[in-house]
């Protein structure tokens, strides 16, 4: 008889969370697991739009808060804050972020 170890490794509930999905591949090397299952509750909560304005800024709205990030830096943090917390950024005009507000069937497709 041959007996095979397998170590498995189970996680659930990311919600989007790049950080915690890199944890999660990270975690296989770690624990030296042959086998990495990922359950439920994987997708993002919400889209956060960052609207490029045609002077070149961005506007961001997150958590209650404006942003008005006035480097790349400083946009690629933001950017990386909110897909760390399990939403999705979403770089669009002005005009698209109105009509993704006002188009149900826009936002789902877009969320799709």
Same mark, same amino acid.
């Given at each position: 008889?041959? #007996? #095979? $170890?397998?170590? &498995? !490794?189970f996680?659930s509930d990311?919600?989007g969370?790049?950080? =915690? !999905? @890199? %944890? !999660?591949?990270?975690?296989?090397? !770690?624990? @030296?697991?042959?086998? #990495?299952i *990922?359950g439920g509750?994987i997708?993002? @909560?919400a889209?956060?739009?960052?609207v %490029?304005?045609?002077?070149?800024?961005?506007t961001? @709205?997150?958590?209650? $808060?404006?942003?008005?990030?006035?480097s790349?830096?400083? &946009?690629? %943090?933001?950017?990386?804050?909110?897909?760390n917390?399990?939403y999705?950024?979403?770089l =669009?005009s002005? $005009?698209? $972020?109105?009509? #993704?507000?006002?188009?149900v069937?826009k936002r789902d497709k *877009?969320?799709?």
């Amino acid at each position: 008889m041959i #007996l #095979l $170890k397998i170590r &498995l !490794f189970f996680s659930s509930d990311i919600h989007g969370s790049e950080i =915690c !999905f @890199k %944890k !999660f591949i990270n975690a296989g090397k !770690f624990y @030296k697991a042959n086998i #990495l299952i *990922l359950g439920g509750d994987i997708t993002g @909560k919400a889209i956060i739009p960052i609207v %490029k304005h045609e002077n070149g800024s961005f506007t961001i @709205k997150y958590l209650g $808060k404006i942003f008005n990030p006035s480097s790349e830096e400083e &946009l690629n %943090k933001i950017a990386g804050e909110i897909r760390n917390s399990g939403y999705y950024i979403y770089l =669009c005009s002005l $005009k698209e $972020k109105e009509d #993704l507000e006002n188009d149900v069937d826009k936002r789902d497709k *877009l969320f799709s």
